[in-house]
């Protein structure tokens, strides 16, 4: 697996030569090692991409994630054909025990909820409220708990007159956050051989990223954590995506153990599909942050 998250914010030609991604721009010519790479975002509309490329990004199980004219992240790759992908877990995953998904996701809402209520304390913000909804937690969520937490949450934490789905920067800032987790959970169920699709709460027809959207929540704070430290921001600048891409590389705890975000994801993954596929009975979903989130952390952007 790739560390270097690469963003392209110029006009620009990628090519591929020799196991390396060619990125040809005015200012000159940079080579970076396919090996290395983790995400590719191409966060302009001015840039071309070769076919042989994509290609052996592909098969290096990196995600290419492409903006809209808007600059938001509108489509990624999607490989066909992981390489720990067989029939036997596709059969398993079709066939995953109603108890064991009901439990999952109710330990997944528990820290969802949880890390909300870790984030309201890390600014000094009354989260009575949201611990309220998390002690009315019902095995797999059924009085949705989730759905009224998320809105006394955003209130509480960018102000009473914030609206989750309206426009502006603030919203602009967490969706493009919530994109980047978004990808890196796809490409970690791919890697695991599992499809995307089969949700164990989500289940939209319209959803190709059904269990990623389900397995993402609990982490979606840290997104939220990093946005409200930089809420007096008036544009959605080069240097807030930035940010944002390289919070894969945050330093966090994750159930006891330091890591970066990026291979918490994969553990974390990992856990999930043994838990509902059988082999084992334990989930553990514990995070904390490590350090302050840095105010930028501008990682080969060109």
Known sequence: MGWRNVIITQHAKLTYSMNMLIVQTKDGINQIPIEDINLVLISTSQAVITSALISKLA???????????KYQPVTETVNYYPGARDIKKLKMQFEWNERRKENLWTKIVAAKLKNQISVLKNYRIDETEVEQELYKLEVNDLSN??????RKYFMKLFGKDFIRRNSG????????????LLSSFDREIAMNGYLTYLGIHHHSVENQFNL???????????????????EN???FTPDIKYGLVELLSLQIKFNGRNTILTNAISVYVRSCLRYLSGETD????EMSLCNEVPNDAINDNV
């Open 233 to 235: 921001i008036t544009s």
């Open 212 to 230: 990623a959207c389900d397995l993402m929540e609990p982490f979606r704070s840290i997104v939220d954590y990093w946005v409200k430290a930089h």
């Open 282 to 285: 334990d989930i553990r979903i």
């Open 169 to 180: 920067v603030i919203n602009a800032a967490l969706d493009y956050g919530y994109s980047i």
């Open 59 to 69: 098969q290096n199980q990196c995600k290419v994630i492409f903006v809209d004219d």
């Open 145 to 150: 708990r989730e759905a009224a937490a998320a």
